[in-house]
């Protein structure tokens, strides 16, 4: 049993995540600027931003990790990026280190997502960041190698792909990653070596173009596949049969973003 402090967790992956860590024994401590939906009678729920120092700092005393999810997570202006989503990194860093706790952090496909599907190929390909948004992914990424350089600490960088109860796009098909699946990426951050671990948050899909070697480093173990939803993929899209599902083939991982004007909320 483990204390977990999740920023962020009113929104879609803390909703769909928190039941299924409580029901694995741990006990949760939920920070959000609005009440999470999924909390319980048995979490503390702590009201309050996570580019708060002293707020973090409290809400990250006694906790085993921190799973960083609160930002923007998608395109918004370089100043509510940098402002929210760069700043709350490091605030979350400190509070982390201030506890001596692990963190997780959610990056994103999008701090690669210029680096082509076929060309992903074996371990972590470089940041190429497709928006603001994904450069800062990548700026977490950065901070989470000065913190784990300078100060020793367990960091595990998640680029989450699509995150979802099941795939809903022709991409997803490759890019899925399923509540399970990032409720064991939590479980696994929990004993990780010190260091910044620099991993795809993705199922065990078949179509996956990215490589799960650096997950399973840490004992990150996906298994979900997005080919057991396939058929209900088809139907949502309109198709005949599965094999009309387009394959990602050379577009970039990071699909939509990568042409979606910078700076405006979206896609
Ligand atoms: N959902 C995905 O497929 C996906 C993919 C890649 C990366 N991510 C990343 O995972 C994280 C969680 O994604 P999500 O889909 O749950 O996002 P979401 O938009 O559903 O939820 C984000 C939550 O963060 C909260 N928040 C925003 N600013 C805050 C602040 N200053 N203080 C406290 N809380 C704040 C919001 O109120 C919201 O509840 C994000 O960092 C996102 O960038 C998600």
């Not at 920070?31 to 708060?52: F, N, Q, T, W």
């Not at 800062?136 to 109860?165: C, H, P």
Request: charged residues 20%.
């Amino acid at each position: 049993m483990a204390v977990i402090l999740l920023t962020g967790a009113a929104g879609s992956i803390g909703t769909a995540v928190a039941p299924l860590l409580r029901a694995a024994g741990h006990r949760l401590r939920l920070l959000d600027l609005v009440e999470p939906p999924a909390a319980s009678a048995d979490d503390d729920v702590r009201l309050g931003s996570a580019v708060d120092d002293a707020a973090m700092q409290e809400a990250a005393r006694g906790v085993d990790l921190v799973v960083h999810l609160a930002s923007h997570a998608s395109e918004r202006s370089w100043r509510d990026i940098v402002d929210v989503n760069v700043e709350s990194t490091r605030v979350a860093l400190d509070a982390a280190h201030l506890g001596g706790a692990a963190i997780l952090l959610a990056s994103s496909v999008h701090a690669a997502g210029c680096v082509p599907s076929d060309e992903a190929g074996d371990g972590m390909p470089r940041a190429r960041p497709d928006t603001y948004y994904g450069f800062s992914k990548a700026a977490a990424e950065a901070l989470g190698d000065l913190y784990a350089d300078r100060f020793g600490m367990r960091i595990v960088s998640a680029r989450i792909m699509t995150f979802g109860d099941r795939p809903h796009t022709a991409r997803a098909r490759s890019t899925w990653l399923s509540p399970a699946d990032f409720a064991r990426l939590v479980e696994a951050s929990l004993d990780v070596a010190p260091g910044n671990h620099v991993v795809w948050g993705v199922s065990a899909n078949t179509r996956r173009t990215v490589d799960l070697a650096p997950g399973r480093a840490i004992g990150y173990e996906p298994q979900d596949d997005a080919e057991d939803h396939v058929d209900a993929l088809a139907t949502e899209l309109g198709l005949d049969s599965p094999a009309d599902i387009r394959p990602v083939g050379s577009d970039p991982l990071g699909g939509v973003f990568t042409t979606h004007p910078l700076g405006t909320p979206g896609p």
